[in-house]
């Protein structure tokens, strides 16, 4: 079983920038297809992006040409950038690890593991 802690998180203006990171222990990342989802107040949690094992992504269209999802092997760690954040990406960021069979499949929220999450305020 993989263990993730997500970290990065803050406060920020309008326009300005972040990079979440999940961190794995227990298991190496780069055996699992990881990816980011988020959950604001009052609403369901959503994908937001994800990377398979064999380096693939996938984007919601609300963050495509803004986020990106990385990932580094040696650090066991995959990472989420986020440029040009809005208030609308105000939520709680959790990452999930699945563990796939086939290197270009994504995650399954159902079957993967999660962090705890980590808080994104974008405010003036």
């Known amino acids: 079983q993989v263990q993730l802690v997500e970290s990065g998180g803050g406060l920020v203006q309008p326009g300005g920038s972040l990079r979440l990171s999940c961190a794995a222990s227990?298991?190496?990342?780069?055996?699992?297809?990881v990816g980011w989802y988020r959950q604001a107040p009052g609403k369901q949690r959503e994908l937001v992006a994800a990377?398979?094992?064999?380096?693939?992504?996938n984007y919601a269209d609300f963050v495509k040409g803004r986020f990106t999802i990385s990932r580094d092997n040696a650090k066991n760690t995959v990472y989420l950038q986020m440029n040009s954040l809005k208030p609308e990406d105000t939520a709680v960021y959790y990452c999930?690890?699945?563990?796939?069979?086939?290197?270009?499949?994504?995650?399954?929220?159902?079957?993967?593991?999660w962090g705890q999450g980590t808080q994104v305020t974008v405010s003036s």
């Open positions: 999930t690890a699945d563990r796939r069979f086939f290197s270009d499949s994504y995650p399954r929220p159902e079957f993967g593991s």
């Open positions: 227990g298991s190496a990342l780069s055996i699992f297809a």
């Open positions: 990377i398979t094992s064999g380096g693939s992504t």
